[in-house]
């Protein structure tokens, strides 16, 4: 079944206590993306990739690191996650990197930070 | 910067009754694109147009895509309660990332 997982499902944590949301997707999709969702702000970018070992900011990526170093992995990295990164979040791939591909949304990363 | 912003924020109907939500772009879009997240779950990709003036229909819901392609509409024929969730639009900006509206959380009363 074609999918993207993301892992944990939820995590609360405590300010400056690194951690890492795992995002694994199996279409050989090469374009994948993070984004946090806030209410009332929709979807927001954080950081894309558009293939291995390419990755770039996207609008809110202040706070956070990402790698890619395979093609279907995407980890996204909060080396010392503060309160206002309580948020829920959404890792994306689609095929390419044109725009006119459909995105594909893991489950959701549900964060808080205390 | 560039901007898609969409309007309501909130609607909520009563069973039966029609519902509408819109999008629009501060610049013209090469496309656009609808999800569909439903409650406690994840965005879901519903329909992209690409043509000026292009209007597709899936069963109830009727989309269209603005002669400028600067502006886009979702229309839902008499709501069901499976229609509830939050309903976003998304169009390509700088180097084809997607930006997304703020979404319409659509509720249903039965």
């Known amino acids: 079944e074609a999918q993207v997982t993301q892992n944990p499902r939820y995590l609360i944590t405590v300010t400056g206590k690194k951690l890492t949301v795992t995002c694994s997707q199996n279409?050989?999709?090469?374009?994948m993306s993070w984004y946090r969702q806030d209410p009332g702000l929709g979807l927001r970018q954080i950081y894309y990739?558009?293939?291995?070992?390419?990755?770039d900011k996207g609008d809110v990526p202040e706070g956070y690191k990402v790698s890619r170093k395979e093609k279907r992995n995407f980890p996204l990295i909060l080396e010392s996650p503060s309160p206002n990164q309580t948020s829920l979040y959404f890792c994306?791939?689609?095929?390419?990197?044109?725009?006119?591909?459909?995105?594909?949304f893991g489950p959701g990363t549900r964060l808080t930070v205390t | 910067g560039q901007q898609v912003m969409q309007i309501p924020q909130y609607q909520h109907v009563q069973e039966g009754e029609d519902f509408t939500t819109y999008c629009n772009s501060s610049?013209?879009?090469?496309?656009i694109q609808w999800y569909k997240q439903r409650p406690g779950g994840h965005p879901v990709f519903l329909i992209q147009?690409?043509?000026?003036?292009e209007v597709k229909k899936q069963k109830r819901l009727t989309f269209q895509f603005g002669e400028a392609k600067k502006n886009s509409s979702l229309h839902i024929t008499a709501t069901q309660t499976t229609d509830v969730g939050t309903y976003f639009c998304?169009?390509?900006?700088?180097?084809?990332?997607?930006?997304f509206g703020a979404g319409t959380r659509l509720t249903v009363k039965p």
């Open positions: 994306a791939s689609r095929a390419g990197a044109s725009g006119l591909y459909e995105q594909y």
């Open positions: 279409m050989n999709h090469e374009y």
């Open positions: 990739s558009m293939n291995v070992e390419v990755t």
């Open positions: 610049t013209t879009l090469s496309n």
């Open positions: 147009l690409v043509k000026s003036g």
């Open positions: 998304a169009g390509p900006i700088r180097n084809n990332d997607m930006r």
